[in-house]
Nanobody, 124 residues
Framework: EVHVVESGGGLVQAGGSLRLSCLISGFTSDDYAIGWFRQAPAKERERVAGIDVPDGNTYYEDSVKGRFTISRDGATNAVYLQMNTLKPEDTAMYYC?????????????????WGQGTQVTVSS
């Protein structure tokens, strides 16, 4: 069984930075992908970024390109989302999800393994 646990959220002022962490366990190989999604109150969940573990390909939504960076530590199976130049509109619950490939992540990862989320609040 795959387990996904996020951490690193918090309250930060606009222009500040946060790094979210996602610990994944339970995969028997490195053939999977990880994505970050977010959901603000009264809004639909939206993609943020994704990374394909085997080849390192990454994806970013236009709204975070140039500000957020997704990366993976192969030694610890941790995936990070470095978030810089944060804006109030980045305020949301951030979720990490593991799925079989990046295509599934981009399609919404409906059958992926989701974490419980970590709250990010950006004050203006």
């Amino acid at each position: 069984e795959v387990h996904v646990v996020e951490s690193g959220g918090g309250l930060v002022q606009a222009g500040g930075s946060l790094r979210l962490s996602c610990l994944i366990s339970g995969f028997t190989s490195d053939d999977y992908a990880i994505g970050w999604f977010r959901q603000a109150p009264a809004k639909e969940r939206e993609r943020v970024a994704g990374i394909d573990v085997p080849d390192g390909n990454t994806y970013y939504e236009d709204s975070v390109k140039g500000r957020f960076t997704i990366s993976r530590d192969g030694a610890t199976n941790a995936v990070y989302l470095q978030m810089n130049t944060l804006k109030p509109e980045d305020t949301a619950m951030y979720y990490c999800v593991a799925d079989i490939d990046l295509v599934n992540i981009l399609a919404g990862a409906a059958y992926g393994s989701w974490g419980q989320g970590t709250q990010v609040t950006v004050s203006s």
